[in-house]
C-alpha cells in the first residue's frame, strides 16, 4: 500500500511563506508525477502544482510566481514551497502521486491558513 504523508502546514500572516512536504512510502521515481491540490471549503479541489519525473513543472495560474514545486529522489520527498501568501491560498492542500496504470494516491492533507 503506497503512502503519502504531508506536512508543514499551518498558519502564516500574510505575506509570509510556508514549506509543505510530502513524503512517500517508496521510490518516487515509481510515480510518473507528482502534485499538490488544493480544496477550500464550499470549492472543488484545484491543482496547485505538479512535477514530473524528469523534473518538468506546471502550475496553476493563481500561484504562479509565488509557489515553486521540488523534489528530492533521495528522500522520496516532494515540496511546494509557498511565498507571499494570500487569504485566498487558505485551504487543505492535498499531495497526489500517480504511477503507470494506476488511479492516483492520495495523503491525508494538511491545512494551510492564511490570515492575521
Known amino acids: 500500500q503506497v503512502q503519502l504523508v504531508e506536512s508543514g502546514g499551518g498558519l502564516v500572516q500574510p505575506g509570509g511563506s510556508l514549506l509543505l512536504s510530502c513524503a512517500a512510502s517508496?521510490?518516487?521515481?515509481?510515480?510518473?508525477?507528482m502534485g499538490w491540490y488544493r480544496q477550500a471549503p464550499g470549492k472543488q479541489r484545484e491543482l496547485v502544482a505538479l512535477i514530473t519525473r524528469d523534473n518538468s513543472t506546471n502550475y496553476g495560474d493563481s500561484v504562479k510566481g509565488r509557489f515553486t514545486i521540488s523534489r528530492d529522489n533521495g528522500k522520496n520527498t516532494v515540496y511546494l514551497q509557498m511565498n507571499s501568501l494570500k487569504p485566498e491560498d487558505t485551504a487543505v492542500y492535498y499531495c497526489?502521486?500517480?504511477?503507470?496504470?494506476?488511479?492516483?494516491?492520495w495523503g491525508q492533507g494538511t491545512q494551510v491558513s492564511v490570515s492575521s
Open positions: 497526489s502521486a500517480v504511477r503507470p496504470s494506476n488511479s492516483p494516491t
Open positions: 517508496i521510490n518516487i521515481f515509481s510515480f510518473v508525477r
